[in-house]
């Protein structure tokens, strides 16, 4: 799941919700209301779009108030909760939205770079916020931007000021060889690379299937900016 799509659901999502605040099922809303619906575009990425549509449900609260004070029209119960199930829907929607794009969130596995850890379709579940606050450590899975904006997942195996070489077939840290459990099994995983030391503000991923694995060898440490989330576990399959 990308972020462009999760900022197109999070803003879609937003307009619905205030345009249902301002127009109710009528064509035209009250004059406030109906501005901040024409300026919604000029709002910038998700963030801002939320701002704003929270900025126009109390615009368009004052202004449902002030009609109410003027025509006195009673609504009927099925009127009433009509509007709090759409009101309901639309906020548990954005909210939904939201907590997958910042907080936790579900992504497939697009390739088999991970193998055996994971695999082809199954489904894991990120962690978008917590590990900003925690820090990664080594061994840790992440979704990250490569280049060209594809978003990738792969395990940490080098942090910053960590000298990373290869020898023997193994993976070497700081010139001790790494201990990676997490390969795989039964078989003579070989692991080549350049040497390396990672910088300040990046970490060092490669994929547990070595051998087709497109990752840091390739194209450098990831940049700390570029890392989305931390997988916490597999949801899909179970076992």
């Known amino acids: 799941m990308s972020a462009a799509w999760a900022e197109r659901r999070i803003r879609g999502a937003s307009l619905a919700l205030l345009s249902r605040a301002v127009r109710g099922r009528d064509e035209r809303g009250a004059e406030w209301g109906e501005a901040m619906l024409r300026e919604f575009p000029e709002t910038c990425g998700a963030q801002e779009a939320v701002r704003w549509t929270a900025s126009g449900l109390r615009v368009a609260l004052r202004e449902r108030r002030g009609r109410g004070q003027r025509a006195r029209r009673p609504l009927t119960r099925r009127t009433r909760l009509s ?6 829907a639309l906020t548990v929607t954005v909210a939904g939205v939201l907590i997958n794009q910042f907080v936790l969130g579900l992504a497939p596995v697009a390739s088999t770079s991970m193998e055996p850890s994971l695999r ?40 910053p000021g960590d000298l990373l070489s290869c020898a023997g077939g193994r993976l070497h840290r700081n010139g001790v060889p790494a201990e990676e459990q997490y390969l795989r099994a039964g078989a003579e995983v070989v692991t080549d690379c350049e040497p390396v030391t990672v910088p300040e503000g990046a970490v060092y991923v490669m994929g547990d299937d070595r051998a087709i694995s497109r990752d840091s060898r390739t194209y450098g440490p990831v940049s700390d900016g570029d890392v989305t989330g931390r997988v916490v576990t597999r949801l899909w399959p179970l076992g």
């Open 120 to 159: 082809v379709s199954d489904r894991v579940l990120v962690d978008r916020l917590g590990f900003r606050l925690s820090h990664l450590n080594r061994g840790d899975v992440v979704l990250f931007r490569q280049p060209g904006d594809a978003t990738s997942l792969q395990r940490v195996v080098g942090l």
């Open 83 to 88: 509007r709090r199930m759409i009101v309901t």
